[in-house]
């Protein structure tokens, strides 16, 4: 089948999370939140609200514009964590900052990207409210109650999705289909998208193009910081230690009360709360 076919009946009032919601049936998967958040970074250039293009040094960029074309929640949401990406100037961001900047920007909101994502499938008719909150009470009790078996099998059972959702989901298993079978849209650049417009998001969506994946793929862990070590400085006669900048920083006098770890064998000391272990 030809592109032109699809374009007629591509969906442009759907998320993408609800495409994932409607053909997964998982939202907080690592894997697939990254595809959601990368293909709906896409979807936000189509709707005119960012522009990708190169900077003087040559690298792809994103910038934020204003545009008037409406979001869905989950959309504008998105767009607002991005802006919350420190930028050095003119709202443009270097793609690998998007991996390198967001520090916890994803993975504290991944929640809120999820219950904006099941208002939209609510409100769109693709997920039955009442068999949601059925569902999501059986569950509970499941895990209130002690493993209650009875429960847990009560709520694998509903089906919350709508008549809707499942023809939505059979246009979605032909348009991956055609996507999978195309050779040209998988090896496509992100500055590409102003020639396939949705469909490369529906090429991340579905984890066909995986080029775009790797360059926008957001941080989802929890940041675990390591333990910071702190050294002497003899000519200075003070404890320091490295910051995330790279900076020295002096310990105050008052505070450099040192203690032993017995069970580590190391002495440390305290900034703020945190122990900090003498290198």
């Not at 990254?34 to 609200?49: D, E, G, V």
């Not at 929890?222 to 002497?232: G, L, R, S, V």
Request: with cysteine; proline share 1%.
């Amino acid at each position: 089948m030809q592109k032109d076919y699809y374009k007629d009946k591509l969906n442009v009032q759907i998320s993408m999370g609800e495409v994932a919601l409607i053909y997964y049936k998982t939202i907080l998967d690592k894997e697939i939140m990254n595809r959601i958040i990368i293909s709906t970074i896409l979807i936000l250039h189509t709707k005119n609200h960012i522009e990708f293009g190169k900077n003087g040094k040559g690298k792809i960029i994103l910038k934020i514009v204003k545009s008037n074309k409406k979001l869905k929640k989950s959309e504008d949401f998105i767009l607002q964590c991005l802006k919350k990406i420190d930028v050095e100037e003119d709202n443009e961001l270097e793609l690998n900052e998007i991996t390198q900047k967001n520090n916890k920007i994803f993975y504290k909101n991944k929640e809120k990207i999820k219950d904006y994502i099941v208002q939209e499938a609510i409100e769109d008719g693709y997920i039955d409210k009442e068999k949601l909150e059925e569902k999501e009470k059986n569950f509970t009790n499941f895990k209130n109650c002690l493993l209650d078996i009875i429960s847990y099998q009560k709520s694998q059972q509903i089906d919350m999705y709508t008549e809707k959702a499942k023809q939505e989901k059979e246009t979605l298993q032909e348009l991956e289909k055609y996507l999978d079978e195309s050779s040209l849209i998988k090896e496509r650049d992100i500055l590409e998208i102003y020639l396939w417009e949705k469909y490369l998001a529906y090429a991340v969506i579905f984890n066909i193009n995986g080029n775009i994946i790797k360059i926008l793929e957001v941080n989802l862990e929890k940041q675990i910081k390591p333990p910071i070590e702190i050294q002497f400085d003899f000519f200075e006669n003070k404890y320091f230690y490295i910051n995330e900048e790279g900076q020295k920083i002096y310990i105050d006098e008052k505070k450099q009360k040192i203690y032993t770890d017995t069970e580590n064998q190391k002495m440390y000391i305290y900034i703020g709360n945190k122990k900090a272990y003498i290198k």
